[in-house]
T-cell receptor
Framework: GAGVSQSPSNKVTEKGKDVELRCDPI?????LYWYRQSLGQGLEFLIY????????KSGLPSDRFSAERTGGSVSTLTIQRTQQEDSAVYLC?????????????FGQGTRLTVV | AQSVSQHNHHVILSEAASLELGCNYS??????LFWYVQYPGQHLQLLLK??????LVKGIKGFEAEFIKSKFSFNLRKPSVQWSDTAEYFC?????????????FGSGTQLTVLP
């Protein structure tokens, strides 16, 4: 597609439920990032995928959070047993990865509200 | 680890005023530096970037930024702001760590331009 696509755009879930957020990166982009943006906060790094390498999961806030990237393309971020503090906008970005000279393109985000 | 500091959380200006938003980063190696902008209701988009060469970088919409290596700074400037520049601005750094080239963002600066 022309840009990074995320779905759903909005998600309201009850506390304790699991949610899955989807990201379709730009075709050909080998790097994929997930970030979380909370109200009044900056962008919190969650996880980074690069090609077939092991992902950098250092930003995941707890073991309730996991992500996978199938076939080097689509990625799913899963949050288990959601809590109210998980409410935020979850952003996905993708990029080429030629050395360090690259820029990331962002999707519109998924606004997650845990009630 | 790399980090980014944006000291101005909220800046309010009148139209035609000059703008300078501060950005300082912490990283000892080669860096790529970015400014992203998020207009109300829209996704993050790249404003300008520095990879190498001329430390004064020109971006879209009349914005520019200057990389001062000795000060670890990459401040964003615009000589005369417009009402349409109202948005949140994020500085980001991508360090040459060799492994996970994650983009690290600052906490953002909300710019409000009064007509």
């Amino acid at each position: 597609g022309a840009g990074v696509s995320q779905s759903p755009s909005n998600k309201v879930t009850e506390k304790g439920k699991d949610v899955e957020l989807r990201c379709d990166p730009i075709s050909g982009h080998t790097a994929l990032y997930w970030y979380r943006q909370s109200l009044g906060q900056g962008l919190e790094f969650l996880i980074y995928f690069q090609g077939n390498s092991a992902p950098d999961k250092s930003g995941l806030p707890s073991d309730r959070f996991s992500a996978e990237r199938t076939g080097g393309s689509v990625s799913t971020l899963t949050i288990q047993r959601t809590q109210q503090e998980d409410s935020a906008v979850y952003l996905c970005a993708s990029s080429f990865n030629r050395g360090v000279n690259t820029e990331a393109f962002f999707g519109q985000g998924t606004r997650l509200t845990v009630v | 680890a790399q980090s980014v500091s944006q000291h101005n959380h909220h800046v309010i200006l009148s139209e035609a005023a000059s703008l300078e938003l501060g950005c300082n980063y912490s990283y000892g190696g080669t860096v790529n530096l970015f400014w992203y902008v998020q207009y109300p209701g829209q996704h993050l988009q790249l404003l300008l970037k520095y990879f190498s060469g001329d430390p004064l970088v020109k971006g879209i919409k009349g914005f520019e930024a200057e990389f001062i290596k000795s000060k670890f700074s990459f401040n964003l400037r615009k000589p005369s702001v417009q009402w349409s520049d109202t948005a949140e601005y994020f500085c980001a750094v991508n360090g040459d760590s060799g492994s996970a080239r994650q983009l690290t963002f600052g906490s953002g600066t909300q710019l409000t331009v009064l007509p």
